[in-house]
């Protein structure tokens, strides 16, 4: 099993985002739905899905937490990923998905414009390893419970999947870099929200009922 990044799919990814969104249901969509639309597009199709979802407010937890599933396959070299029933089987509303989708294709749509296969040998081990080990990381920062924590890493997370969709390895570069930069970020961030809880808790303000 060759754990290279999979070849680019001939469809744009606007477009095939944009056929999705016309499939939606009316009220609400299982997470598994979304990301089987994906699926075929390996591993950089369900990351775009899930950093997208991240966005959202109320499901970032769960789309952290789907995230992990396929870092941790993409590190040892798995060609495709499959998330656990109880991940796939999390519902979300429509609306949202759809108010989401709007919002980033036209964004998509201008970065398509300059991300292109490139450096495509590059794409062989160690690279698919370095990749399912930084996203751990993002995916662990888009988890916590602080407020917009969650967007540094999954707009990173954005623009990364592109670059894993298109085997564009200037991209997957660029965007390691600027990965790297929102994981120190969130974890210093969660650092200090934690030294300051601890804090709040050993001397709270007078006001505060205990």
Not at 14 to 38: C, T, Y
Not at 152 to 159: G, N, Q, V
Not at 160 to 181: H, N, P, Q
Not at 186 to 200: C, D, N, Q, T, Y
């Amino acid at each position: 099993m060759s754990p290279s990044i999979s070849p680019p799919p001939a469809e744009r990814t606007s477009i095939v985002l944009r056929n999705l969104l016309a499939k939606l249901p009316e009220d609400d969509v299982s997470i598994g739905f979304i990301v089987l639309q994906m699926r075929r597009r390996s591993f950089g199709g369900v990351f775009l899905v899930l950093a997208a979802l991240g966005l959202l407010p109320g499901i970032s937890f769960f789309a952290g937490l789907a995230m992990l599933v396929p870092a941790f396959q993409m590190a040892p070299g798995f060609r495709a990923p499959l998330l656990p029933r109880f991940i796939r089987q999390r519902r979300i509303g429509v609306m949202a998905v759809r108010a989401m989708g709007n919002r980033a294709i036209p964004w998509i749509e201008k970065a398509e414009r300059y991300i292109k296969p490139r450096w495509i040998p590059l794409t062989l081990p160690p690279v698919p390893m370095i990749v399912g080990i930084v996203t751990i990381g993002l995916a662990l920062i888009v988890m916590l419970p602080l407020p917009f924590s969650n967007l540094p890493p999954a707009l990173a997370l954005l623009c990364f999947s592109l670059g894993l969709l298109e085997r564009d390895v200037l991209m997957i570069g660029i965007d390691l870099v600027v990965a790297a930069t929102a994981a120190v970020t969130g974890g210093i961030v969660a650092m200090i929200a934690s030294e300051a809880l601890v804090l709040l808790v050993k001397h709270p303000p007078h006001w505060l009922p205990w």
